[in-house]
């Protein structure tokens, strides 16, 4: 090994995370001399399938790429997604949204919920969602591009993110890596060669006999984790005594219900079932936790709860929470499912992936592969996984469902000290706290904290400068200019055609 720069880099696998890595990779080092990029997938093995809700982030990615907007949602089949709606996750009966984007104003240096709050101690009981453009044009079907030039306007609180369909997505990836000259290769791996001496993974090696050599690997193999888990050893770090589920059987259905601009998230009683519309399908799924539930069971409960006609088979999915103790070792980063998988309850799979090439460009190695790289690497990444998983955590165990088992056990759950800390920070005076730059915001936080019935037991001192009159007065005006600004806003099926990103009536029937 020597400090000469990488000259081939191969990608195994060619789901969403493999096409993703060879996007970015080829568009951002393209030009470098004499490096090439080569992905090997199988399609005798196939991809997961699903994976098609994302979160605002997905943006800085797509500008990195340099995509075209409506070209981009028009070619995946997209709808905007403006947060997500949790229907009985608190209690039955109870509904609120995720919204991305933020709160209301903040008022005298303060942050708004805390206006929120007092009024709420004043007697002045409307939801959180009503201050939220987000949320309120969510459920009104209404979507408009947020508009930061305006910041006295509640469009310059809007933030959003898409749904899409998965194969769509990585198929229109794969088309603009190949004319950044990333080349497929199609074959099963059947063998990794690795250096006697230093265990470095030298080749992969195809059904077809043909050996693909390369200098930095990156696995993005899926569940199966075939370089960085099967060949290399790295063990996985299980969470799933916090994150119970375990399984997802998934269907599309044919469009019906509503076509609003959000994912939404309804609490079953092993799990929950995602219901995501896309321009020509609706994409479903029921999470579930296998020690409380049977299969059976599942698919019946979700067939149950469609709003259209089935488009295709169930597709049944086995995961568990967590992630492999570290996602570079020696000469193998892994992307996507192969370094881990947390459920999909707030869509941050493909994010990690985003994120890991992310981090993979600013610490890119040389033929060196430096340990303080690579170390640096492991530690952010897994902090990013224990961000999530903290996030995720709270959904289950704040909730007053019962009746269950599956939910008395999430009610008890054994918090992580991290997680415990920020529940007893709004429990005691309201107060949100975000760590590091964490991955969700204070306003993802708040939401969820106050959606799942946590009680703040206060509000900053400061919020009390203001009169009982003028406090409530001028949370009636924040609610008022939502409310008025979503009635102005175009209907999400507006928007897509006025912008050309809608796809022709006569193909929404296609799965
Ligand atoms: P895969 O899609 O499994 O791709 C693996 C690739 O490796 C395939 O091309 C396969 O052919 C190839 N491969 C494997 N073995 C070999 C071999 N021996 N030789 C050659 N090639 C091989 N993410 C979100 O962001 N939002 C969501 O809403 C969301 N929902 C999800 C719901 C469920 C139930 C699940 C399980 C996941 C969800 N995800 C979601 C995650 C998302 O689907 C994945 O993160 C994303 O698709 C990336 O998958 P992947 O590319 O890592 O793996």
């Not at 993703?20 to 951002?28: E, P, R, T």
């Not at 960085?228 to 599309?252: M, N």
């Not at 690579?374 to 909730?399: C, G, K, P």
Request: with cysteine; charged share 20%; aromatic share 10%.
């Amino acid at each position: 090994m020597s400090g000469e720069p990488i000259r081939k880099i191969v990608i195994v696998g060619g789901g969403t995370a493999g096409w993703m890595a060879a996007a970015a990779l080829s568009k951002i080092m393209g030009d470098f001399p004499g490096l090439s990029i080569t992905l090997v997938e199988s399609e005798a093995i196939g991809t997961v399938g699903v994976g098609e809700a994302t979160i605002p982030q997905i943006q800085a990615f797509n500008a990195l790429l340099g995509l075209d907007e409506s070209e981009f949602v028009r070619e995946t089949h997209a709808t905007y997604k403006l947060g997500i709606e949790f229907v009985d996750w608190w209690r039955e009966g109870h509904a609120y949204v995720h919204p991305f984007g933020t709160y209301g104003l903040d008022m005298l240096g303060i942050e708004f919920h805390h206006y929120w709050l007092r009024g709420l101690g004043l007697g002045d009981e409307t939801p959180l969602d009503a201050y939220s453009i987000s949320a309120m044009a969510g459920k009104a079907g209404k979507f408009l591009w947020p508009r930061r030039d305006q910041p006295n306007s509640p469009l310059s609180k809007l933030g959003y993110a898409f749904q899409f369909d998965a194969g769509r997505y990585a198929r229109y990836l794969r088309g603009r890596a190949e004319r950044q000259g990333v080349t497929r290769i199609e074959g099963k791996v059947v063998e990794v060669m690795q250096d006697a001496e230093t265990g470095f993974v030298t080749a992969v090696r195809l059904e077809s006999g043909t050996e693909v050599e390369g200098e930095l690997f990156i696995d993005c193999s899926g569940f199966r984790s075939l370089l960085l888990g099967q060949t290399l050893g790295v063990a996985f770090t299980d969470w799933s005594k916090w994150l119970p589920c375990d399984r997802a059987v998934a269907i599309p259905c044919e469009l019906g219900g509503d076509h609003e601009p959000l994912t939404r998230s309804t609490a079953r009683p092993a799990g929950w079932q995602w219901r995501i519309p896309l321009q020509h399908r609706i994409g479903n799924g029921h999470v579930y936790s296998s020690a409380h539930m049977e299969q059976a069971e599942a698919e019946d409960l979700l067939l149950a709860n469609l709003d259209g006609a089935p488009l295709a088979q169930p597709n049944h999915l086995r995961f568990l929470a967590g992630h492999r103790e570290r996602a570079w070792e020696k000469n193998v980063v892994a992307l996507g499912l192969a370094g881990g998988f947390l459920e999909p309850l707030e869509s941050t799979a493909i994010h990690l992936v985003q994120s890991g090439i992310a981090r993979l460009m600013t610490l890119f190695p040389t033929r060196d592969f430096g340990a303080q790289e690579i170390a640096r690497y492991n530690r952010e990444n897994e902090q990013e996984y224990i961000d999530i998983r903290d996030f995720l955590v709270l959904h289950y165990t704040a909730t007053e469902r019962s009746g269950s088992e599956f939910w008395d056990y999430c009610r008890n759950l054994g918090l992580p000290d991290s997680l415990a800390e920020k529940i007893a920070m709004f429990e005691s005076s309201g107060r949100v706290i975000r760590e590091h730059n964490e991955l969700f915001t204070e306003t993802s936080w708040l939401s969820v904290m106050v959606g799942q019935g946590v009680k703040a037991g206060g509000h900053h001192p400061l919020a009390g400068l203001l009169d009982e009159a003028e406090t409530r007065k001028r949370l009636a005006h924040i609610r008022d200019v939502v409310t008025s600004t979503v009635s102005q806003m175009p209907t999400q099926d507006q928007f897509l055609v006025q912008n050309g990103s809608a796809i022709p009536v006569d193909r929404r029937a296609v799965a």
